[in-house]
Each structure stands twice: as C-alpha cells, then as structure tokens.
C-alpha cells in the first residue's frame, strides 16, 4: 500500500478528529435564541418575585417565605447590593436571599487593550445572567427563609484592609416565631474560595426540621472575545466519588435529570477559564439536582439532609464557595477532584502531566511562550526514535520515487499488477510502506493532549509571549506564525516522497494553504507549538534524509 496515501489519511483524520473536538465536544451547545432586553428585564423580576426556582423537599409542601415578617428596625430602607472587596474579588451580595449577584475577577481583565475593566463572572440579569444561591426549607415552609427572604446588614459597604487576612459579613434574617437566620461570608485574603454559613437560632417551644441548599443559577453563556473556531464547554457538572467527573450539559438539564445522592463531592457551573463551584463539608450526605425555569434558565444545585433543631439550641450549615480561575494546582488542594474542571477529556490521563511540565518550565523561564518552546522541544526529544523511524522510511521511500513512477508508467491503471509490482519492490528493497505512519500514530494522543493543555489552560489567556505576540489564548493579529506554520508545512512536504497519484499529490500540495487559513483564527499559543514542531520535524528529517542519501551515494560508487 502506497505509505503516502496512509500518512495523507491520519493527517487529515487528526485535523478532523481536532475540529470535531473543538466544535462538538460532548454533543456540542444547545441552539437558544438570542435574549433581548425585555426578557432579561423580565427575567430580572422572575428572580425576584416567585420561588420557582426553590427546590423541592421531599413530602413537603412548597417552601415559601410566606408568613415570615422581617424585622425592619435592623433593615436598611434600601435594597441596594452589599459590596464586598478583597485582593482578588469584588463582589455583590442580595439583601434578598443574600444572593451573590455579582463577581469580579480582579486579576483578569476583559481584554488586554482595557487592563481596568475587570472581568465579571457573576451577573443578575441577561444576557449571560450567572447568580449564586442559598436558603433553607422546613418542614411548615413558613419558618425559615428562602432565597427571597429578606437580610439585613450592619454596613452596605465591606473591604478587606491591607493589615488583614480575613472579611466577615454577616446578614441576618429575623421572624416574629422566633427565629433568627444568620447568613456569614468569609472571605481570606490570597483566596477565591469563601466560607459561607447559614446559622439558625431556634428560638421557638419547638423543634424545627430544616434542610439547607445551594445552587446556581444561568443562562446560556456568549463571549464576544472569544474565538469562534473554538468551542468549549459551558453549562453544569459535578464530581462523585463513585462516578467521578460528570458533565450535565443544559439539553439534559431540559429534558429532566434525575436527582442523585453523593457523599463528598461538589456541583459547579464551568465555563472556559472559569467556574464557580458549591463545595459542602466532607462525610455529609447531600442530594444532587437540576432545574430549568422558562426554558433559559439552567439551575444545578445541592440539597442537605434534613436536620432536626431543638428548641433554644443553634445549628451551622457549612459550605465553600469557589468563584475564580481554573488555576489546577489551586484546584487540587480544594476539594478532591476540583482540579478536573479543567476538561481535558478523554486524553486527561495524558494531559495533566503535561500540564504539570508545562508549569515547572515556566516556573524556570518566567515566560508562557518560551514554556511552550521548551516543553514543544522536550516532547520532541522523548519522541525522537520514533519520529527517526517515521523519518527513515520516508527517506527510503524518496529514494524509490523514481522507480515507483516507472511502475506506474508501465502498468499503467492496471492496478493489481501496480500493486503486486509495488510489494514485491517493497520486499526486494526490506522496506516497509507502513513503517512510517506508526510512530505517527503513536504520537498524535500525546499532540493532541498538549492540544487541549494550551486550550484550557488560564495560565494562557492573554499571556504575553514577545515582540507584536502580546495575548498567547488570541489569534496573532498579523498572521505572521500562520504563515510560517504553512511554509513549514510545505517544505517538510519537499522533504517527504511525492505521491505517484496525481489527484493525492494536488491534495497535499493544497495543505499548507488549507492549515494556514485554518491556523489563522485559532490561539497563537496552539500556532506557536505547530510552528516550533515543524521547524524541529524538520530539521530531524533534513538531517536522516541527508544521511541516507548519502549512503545510496556510497554505494552506487
């Protein structure tokens, strides 16, 4: 079989595999229509006004706030947001619910033109409307307050001081049965995880039987600086210890997800760099679930069991929150699995390794663009025999060219005895045709999860490389590594045996320029391992070819 062919066949089937990777992984986005603002302002009041989005407990009625009474001598007359700001967030919390309907990120920006506009995670309202909740349900739904119950707050305003490593704030709830419903955020300076707790003081002649939830709330999500020739996954997931990482996409969220009951693992809503993730206390049941409001609103979230609060005595339900970067090493000392929302896929197993290679190397060099450089030239090395292998058989083949045409002109379209002619050269010469298309095989798992690494790795976004390469996770704005990338990709097809086929040799000669346009809309950083690969398969392959004819020079001698 013609070795050209086949190395023709798994290039192209590594592009595909790579589009079809980045267009539709798992199953691809749900098509929604656009929100207009009229819907978001609808939405906006939804939020607010009914408990749709509460869940449901088991046997109970509906939990409502209904018949609760506010103490309205500790509320502040507004209901303006409660703002909080430490080294790495700014955040806004609801005196309804004690919401937090709004988070920025104070170390990354929206875009690197404009490093002061701080890019915001969590949003009250379409388009991209993304919310974190809390309450409690009991079993009357009429003593403890729900996400639209009503807090208050000593100050409107908190900041965490440079002499300081911790923020408190603290909302409280109060009824007239009396009970009082402390709701506490505890933010730590150097960390996006808050500690949150929802403290009941049962000041009733009973006990109560409450259960505490957690959830998040969004809509569909849309970047406008974000490459549209890469897809990646936004919408739900949560990690079990028995089911490990699982995603909950919003076309499954919509067709009903059956709740589930975990020990010791935790929901989030992830996006491309970001997530944000309910993370409860270890060796506690909780139960898992999923809701969708108005057909655009996706909720995944968690619920406790129940617990029994006796009369006089008080009970802390304990959560973290995490709202932040997917930084990985940050993730893992968490919570156990954390680090996985960084989505490597089915090539996980091989990709983080690389990961951590990758993070030693700029731990060294200081610099995104010169990690990827050196790790490119690290994988290379570690692949070097079998990229010798590859090399060596295409160098022999180049070197049957001339007779392999000869072939072809004497039997002419009778391709059976082209064939049997073409092996029987093959074994006359000890050359085999398949020789090369090995070792690429056993490379492109590996190329392919250095692939994802750059994709979704944080570390990349808007990271500087040098000269006119100021943003390593956006396209290069002159196409100049695009247009190295398809030279390279040209010359290493001089280097290789032209196909005998006519048809398969105007097709190869066509994909340098396919690749270039191609590699002109994606990450620069991607670009940057292409170009840095081909330069050294080049050079590899110059270098073997060079030998080996050489050596037939020798002996025609």
Known sequence: MDNQRLILFFSLA??????????????????????????????????????QDVPDVPSTPEAVTAGVSIDQATMRSDQSPILVETDLLKVEISPR???????????????????????????????????????????????????????ASEKSDYRLEPNEDHLDVVLVWRSDTGVEVKKLY??????????????????????????????????????????????????GVFYSPDGKFKKITFDVMAKGNPDQLVMDGWIAMIQHYFLVAWIPPRNLQETFYTKVLDGSRYIIGKRSSAVSIASGTTYAFENQLFIGPKLQDTLASIAPGLELAVDYGWLTVIAQPIYWLLSKIHALVGNWGWSIIFLTILIKLAFYKLSETSYKSMANMRQLTPRLQALKDRYGDDKQRLNQAMMEMYKTEKINPLGGCLPILIQIPVFIALYWVLLQSVEMRQAPFMLWLDNLSAPDPYFVLPLIMGVSMYIQQKLNPPPPDPMQAKIMMSLPFVFTVFFAFFPSGLVLYWVVNNLLSIAQQWHITRNIEKAAAKRKR
Do not use: C
């Not at 690197?112 to 974190?132: D, H, R, Y």
């Open 97 to 151: 619910g004690g919401t937090i309907t709004g988070a920025w990120l104070l170390n990354y920006a929206v875009t690197p033109e404009s490093p002061e506009a701080k890019l915001q995670l969590l949003k009250p309202v379409p388009p991209n409307m993304f919310i974190a909740q809390s309450g409690l349900l009991d079993e009357r739904a009429s003593l403890l307050p729900t996400h639209e119950g009503l807090f």
């Open 186 to 235: 505890q933010f730590t300076r150097g960390s996006y995880v808050v500690k949150t707790s929802q403290i009941v003081n049962n000041a009733t002649d009973s006990s109560i039987v409450a259960w505490e939830y957690n959830q998040l709330q969004r809509t569909e999500f849309n970047d406008p600086n974000e490459s549209k020739f890469v897809n990646n996954y936004t919408g």
């Open 14 to 51: 590594a592009v595909l595999f790579l589009i079809y990777e980045s267009w539709m992984q798992d199953y691809g986005r749900s098509a929604t229509s656009p929100v207009t603002q009229e819907q978001a302002q609808a939405g906006s009041s939804t939020l607010r006004n009914t408990p």
